[in-house]
C-alpha cells in the first residue's frame, strides 16, 4: 500500500484483470471466461508504461496499481509489480463482473480516497481507455467526475511540467496537445512502442509479494447488469467485395448486411 512521504508523488495507476482470450482462440477452446487464463488488461499496461517513463524522469514518483476483484484475483496486480509498480492494491468486491461501468468508478473512486487518507494526495491517476471486455471507455471520464477532477482521454504520451500534467492525445485531426494542472485524471490508449517486459527477478518478486486487500463495506447497485460474457465467434471474420465499380460494390454490401439482418 501507499506509504506515507513527504517527498513522494503518489500515482495511481486502475487496472482490470481481464480473460485471456486470445489463449482460449489460440487452443480452440470453448472454455467460459472465468476458466480462462486471466492476464492484465492491454491498455492499462500501456497506462503503466506511461506512468513508469513519468517515473524514469522524476525518481519522487510512487506508483501504485490499484484493482477491483474478488479476494485472490490479484495476477493482474503482481504482473503490473512485476513489470514497474511499486506496490499493489486490491479493492475486494464480492461479484465485479456483473458491475457496470459506473459502479466501477464509484468503487474505484472510493478505493482511492481511502489511500489517499492513508498515504497522502495522489497527483496522477492513470488507467487504460477501454477493457478489451467491456470496451465501454467510460470509466475514466466517470472516474474523474467521481473525483472531481479534470480528465484527458486517448493518451498516447505524458510529461510533467511543473504543477500540470500535458498529454498527447488522439483527436479527430490527429493528435494535440493538452495540459491538466495537477491532480488529474488521464486514460492512455496503445501508443508506438511497447511496454516494458518484468524480469525474472521481478517475476519471482512479484509472485511472492503480499497484497494488502481494501473490503468494500457496501457496492453501488449497477445501472446495468452484464449477465454473461463470452469469447467472439471464431466464424467467418470478413467479406472481401470486389466489383468493377463503387455502386455494385454499394448493392453487394446492402446485400449482405441486408441478409444478416443488420439493416
Known sequence: MMEPSGTDRNLIVCMKQVPDLSIGRREKTEQPPQKLPVRLNLLDAYALEAAARLRDADKNIHITALSLGRSGEDEALRQALAIAADDAVLAVVPDPDVLDALAVSRLLAWAIRRLEREAGP???IFCGQQSIDGQSAQVGPQLAQCLNLPFAGRGLEASLCGGALRVRQENENGTGLVEMDLPCVAAFDKFPGEPRLPTVRSSMEASRAVIPMLELSETPAPLLTVRETRPASRGMQGVRICKQTGEDS??????????????
Open 250 to 263: 454499394a448493392k453487394q454490401l446492402f446485400q449482405l448486411l441486408n441478409a444478416a439482418g443488420v439493416l
Open 122 to 124: 495522489a497527483v496522477l
